[in-house]
């Protein structure tokens, strides 16, 4: 094991790592909380007109695509006003979603899919909730993007995940793979709109105290 320090982005894979012995308890390790994000790049108080829930990820298993379209697909025949979005691109990898029927999952569960996107600011102002129900992260980049445009969170209590929100302040933490905790977090929002600008507030703040 030739190395001085270890990094980690979050303290739950540190401490993965140490009980199962995948690196040296005797060599030095650090915390720091994910790459970063410039919040002068993402920052805008631009929100659509319809609630609307987003995600943005390569179109894997383990991002929760199919959880956040299960939900979409209950809540479109139920509520009028509301609109769901994802962005993201198919890639080869072990864990790839299956193109053709991942699509027809978008279109029956009334999702609008824009592809892969370069300048993202552009879809997060598309967003009012941006969501991520991953069943790990080590920071989730897209998450603190979203939070630096003001935009409440919902994600999964798991590593990496969990310390981007704290909840009721900035979005809410869903039990992974609950479909229907996750389902009643979005209805919060549908029912009460005024959280979307409360939260997204703080999120910001959260953003530029610990992620600039």
């Not at 094991?1 to 993965?16: A, G, I, T």
């Not at 994910?34 to 929100?47: L, T």
């Not at 029927?101 to 029956?108: I, Q």
Request: a positive charge; hydrophobic letters at 35%.
């Amino acid at each position: 094991q030739s190395y001085d320090k270890v990094f980690f982005q979050n303290n739950d894979d540190k401490l993965f790592f140490l009980n199962e012995n995948l690196i040296n308890s005797k060599k030095s390790t650090d915390t720091f909380r994910g790459s970063g994000v410039n919040v002068k790049r993402f920052n805008s108080s631009i929100y659509p007109e319809k609630i609307t829930f987003s995600l943005a990820s390569r179109m894997i298993k383990n991002k929760g695509i199919t959880q956040f379209c299960e939900v979409a697909k209950k809540l479109s025949k139920k509520f009028s006003n509301i609109e769901f979005i994802i962005c993201g691109d198919f890639t080869k990898s072990p864990y790839s979603l299956d193109k053709k029927k991942t699509l027809d999952l978008f279109k029956e569960s009334n999702i609008q899919y824009f592809g892969w996107i370069k300048y993202m600011e552009t879809f997060y102002e598309k967003t009012s909730v941006y969501v991520l129900p991953s069943i790990r992260e080590g920071t989730p980049r897209t998450v603190l993007e979203a939070m630096a445009m003001k935009r409440p969170i919902i994600t999964n209590d798991v590593p990496g995940c969990r310390d981007t929100v704290i909840d009721g302040y900035n979005g809410f933490l869903t039990k992974l793979g609950d479909t229907n905790d996750l389902e009643d977090k979005f209805k919060i929002f549908i029912s009460n709109p005024n959280l979307i600008l409360e939260m997204g507030t703080n999120s910001r703040a959260r953003v530029a105290d610990f992620y600039d």
